[in-house]
Nanobody, 113 residues
């Protein structure tokens, strides 16, 4: 059974950092194409980062240089390191296996002073 479980969200001040984790099961993350999305109230989900099966990464322009996606093949986990957080980064962050179109339940990130 394919499952994705996000964790690591929380409340942080502007300029702070968080690391989100996406713990996976039912597939091999080292050969999977994985995405991080976020959604704010009243908006559609937007992709913020991806890592391809070959390890190529890409980012939305709004987070480039501040966010880093990575994966731990031993732990079968995908991470999103978020630095220099801004209030506009607030939202629910979702992990997705793009090949199977499987989503996690999301984790809330709130950036506020």
């Amino acid at each position: 059974q394919v499952q994705l479980v996000e964790s690591g969200g929380g409340l942080v001040q502007p300029g702070g950092s968080l690391r989100l984790s996406c713990t996976t099961s039912g597939f091999i993350v080292s050969i999977a194409s994985m995405n991080w999305y976020r959604q704010t109230p009243g908006s559609q989900r937007e992709i913020v980062a991806l890592i391809s099966s070959s390890g190529i990464t890409d980012y939305a322009a709004s987070v480039k240089g501040r966010f880093t996606i990575s994966r731990d093949n031993v732990k079968n986990t995908v991470y999103l390191q978020m630095n220099s957080l801004k209030p506009e980064d607030t939202g629910v962050y979702y992990c997705r296996n793009s090949q199977r179109n499987i989503w996690g339940q999301g984790t809330q990130v709130t950036v506020t002073s």
